[in-house]
């Protein structure tokens, strides 16, 4: 394979992994990383965020060359066993081989792969200049130095991940902010009060050059959202029986979905099926539950009627006072 003429990451992922789904979330996920300077997905459990992560991860390296790649989480154990066990696993599923010893590009080591050549002058010859790397640093300065020159194509070629973005310290990112081109922090809505929360609380930052694009892109991800939830919602509509059918393996099934619900006291619920940084309901004018729900039928009732034209429109203007 010309590696080198295969720039289109989403074509390219049609390729080596042929068989394999993804659902609207997931490729909005994607596609921010390409496009946006940093994308902030929040999400629930079993929404597969781990997942798409490392497929964009392994993309976005091929996709370009030179390239950087560093990746974090909260330690150790839980960056190699989660996101690097699903990096791991993209490159073995791989329909064209993608490791060194098969003829691929990939020279694989522990949470180290580096990229070699495979034709040319250098072809058998590691590049000195890319990476992915997994990395976790107690102090920020252990995210200093990975930038790469300026070529001139405008080509991002620097990307950071965080996995479990709830748990990592503000001391990072601003060392990550010199030399990252592209930066996508994945997590959970757990109780936190670092960047990670900051900036889903704040929302999209347009760029203001071009409305097309983001500095900030923020991305939720709930349990409403899964296509095996919205599945077997409709089906239970429009047929009056339950199904637990799986549109994609791997995704919260409508049968966890339900119990989740049913058992779950309203700070999981919220944090795992409702992808939302918990907050008590006396510090809001309208609980969480009730907002949520809201939602949940604006979403029911958008899928069901395409178009919906309002009828009428209602003011209250408090006695002129409003």
């Not at 946006?36 to 079993?46: H, L």
């Not at 080509?155 to 030399?179: N, Q």
């Not at 058992?263 to 009730?290: C, H, M, N």
């Not at 949940?296 to 009828?311: G, H, L, N, S």
Request: proline letters at 5%; glycine letters at 8%.
């Amino acid at each position: 394979m010309d590696w080198k003429r295969l720039q289109d990451p989403f074509k390219l992922a049609k390729i080596l992994w042929p068989k394999e789904k993804i659902y609207d979330k997931q490729v909005e996920i994607q596609q921010s990383v390409f496009e946006n300077d940093k994308t902030i997905c929040i999400a629930g459990n079993k929404l597969g965020k781990d997942y798409i992560a490392a497929r964009t991860i392994i993309l976005f390296a091929l996709t370009r060359y030179p390239f950087r790649i560093v990746t974090t989480s909260v330690d150790s154990t839980q960056l190699e066993a989660v996101l690097w066990g699903e990096i791991r696993d993209a490159i073995q599923k791989s329909a064209v081989p993608l490791t060194h010893d098969k003829g691929g590009p990939l020279l694989c080591n522990h949470m180290h792969i580096k990229r070699v050549f495979t034709s040319g002058d250098k072809k058998g010859q590691i590049c000195g200049l890319s990476y992915i790397l997994g990395r976790v640093a107690k102090k920020g300065e252990g995210f200093l130095g990975h930038h790469i020159a300026a070529t001139g194509d405008g080509v991002p070629r620097t990307l950071f991940v965080v996995d479990e973005a709830s748990g990592v310290d503000d001391s990072s990112l601003g060392k990550v902010e010199s030399w990252a081109h592209r930066q996508l922090y994945i997590g959970n809505a757990f109780e936190c009060s670092n960047f990670f929360f900051r900036e889903s609380e704040a929302g999209n930052i347009l760029d203001p050059r071009n409305n097309k694009r983001y500095y900030t892109k923020v991305i939720r991800i709930t349990g409403h959202d899964s296509p095996n939830v919205r599945y077997a919602k409709e089906y239970e509509r429009t047929q009056g029986k339950p199904t637990n059918r799986l549109l994609i393996p791997g995704v919260l099934p409508y049968y966890e979905y339900t119990k989740w619900l049913s058992t779950w006291d309203p700070i999981r619920i919220s944090v795992s099926i409702d992808a939302q940084f918990y907050k008590g309901a006396e510090l809001l004018l309208f609980p969480p539950t009730w907002l949520n729900r809201s939602h949940e039928i604006d979403r029911e009732v958008r899928q069901r009627f395409k178009v919906r034209q309002a009828k009428a429109i209602g003011v209250d203007p408090g006695e002129g006072e409003a």
